[in-house]
């Protein structure tokens, strides 16, 4: 018997030839419907491999009841949907999709930062209402990015990949992160700040940290209220990280003046959610690496884990290494 792939979203089936010689694959039927937890977890009580996305929960009670998995390959960098530790003590592979998505989603960055910073959406709907009535001098104008001052919280790959576009806009360049990295702050001239320095003195923030224990909440009433009234926050790093009831509060009091998110506490959002009442926030819905170049390239790599795991190789982009140096 073949062993079983279980794949949690729709994917085109061009992409799952490889997959499909091999194995006895098994997918979830729609595009933009998540899988259900229980169907989520009976499928894997019999799967080798699940190819997940970020929104699937892979946490202990579904690893407890599959006994045949060896590995869960995840269609995003971030892996904060699963129980690194459990799947680490069950001899279960984890894997991501780092790099090859980096300059997709920094360009998704520096779009959510032109968009909020000069109104982009605000005046696409202001000429669709009929509104644009006449050319006048302070219409919808908005703030400049260039020569500003942008602080970047999270200097991974994608951190640096956003600088480098920050360094074309003439941007002085701040970052804050666990370690320092010399290489970015050599290349293109980044200073490394702590975190209140970085939030008190940037015209961004730009938050692209992943979510840990540390991470999480990082953003609250007191973080907003250090930061410049002009300034302009960014989220594509994820939702947890901010408190968005301080983030609606400081949006309206003033504290900032705008914010442009890609991500959000709980996705996804509501469309009631009072940040989507406020004409100075920007709100996508977590496409930070989707082109369909990028998003193809990372259904690739995953299908390519997948297998390296099942013949007993080395997966690319092993997240818990650790667990795994014999393989
Ligand atoms: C990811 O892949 O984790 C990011 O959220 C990019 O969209």
Redesign the pocket.
């Known amino acids: 018997m073949k062993p079983s792939v279980y794949i949690t979203r729709k994917l085109p089936e061009d992409v799952l030839v490889a997959l499909r010689e091999k194995y006895d694959v098994d997918m979830w039927e729609h595009e933009d419907i998540p899988v259900s937890s229980e169907v989520l977890k009976e499928k894997a009580r019999t799967a080798s491999a699940l190819l997940s996305m970020?929104s699937d929960p892979i946490n202990e009670e579904l690893m407890e009841s599959a006994d045949s998995l060896k590995v869960v390959a995840n269609l995003?960098?971030?892996f904060d949907n699963i129980d690194i530790k459990e799947a680490t003590n069950r001899g279960i592979a984890v894997c991501n999709?780092p790099d090859v998505?980096t300059e997709t989603?920094a360009d998704l960055t520096f779009s959510l930062m032109l968009a909020t910073a000069r109104r982009i959406v605000e005046a696409d709907q202001y000429v669709r209402e009929g509104k644009w009535k006449s050319w006048s001098p302070l219409l919808l104008a908005g703030a400049d990015i260039h020569h500003k001052t942008i602080g970047i919280v999270g200097m991974g790959s994608i951190g640096s990949a956003v600088a480098r576009r920050a360094k074309g806009f003439n941007m002085d360049i701040l970052y804050h992160n666990r370690s320092r990295k010399p290489e970015v702050e050599k290349e293109l001239g980044a200073t490394y700040k702590s975190f209140d320095d970085l939030i008190a003195q940037s015209d961004f923030i730009v938050c692209l940290a992943p979510l840990t224990p540390e991470t999480k909440g990082m953003f609250q009433k007191e973080q907003f209220e250090k930061m410049k009234n002009s300034a302009i926050f960014i989220n594509?790093g994820r939702g947890p990280i901010v408190n968005e009831q301080a983030l609606y509060e400081a949006l309206v009091s003033g504290d900032i003046a705008a914010a442009g998110l890609d991500?959000f506490e709980k996705e996804p959002i509501d469309e009631t959610h009072p940040l989507l009442s406020l004409s100075n926030v920007v709100a996508l819905p977590?496409?930070?690496?989707?082109s369909v170049e990028t998003r193809k390239i990372m259904m690739k790599l995953c299908i390519d884990n997948i297998k390296a795991v099942l013949e007993g190789k080395a997966p690319k982009t092993l997240v818990n290494k650790d667990a795994f140096q014999n393989i």
């Not at 977590?286 to 989707?290: A, D, K």
């Open positions: 970020l995003a960098v971030g999709t998505l989603t594509v991500v977590h496409i930070g690496s989707s």
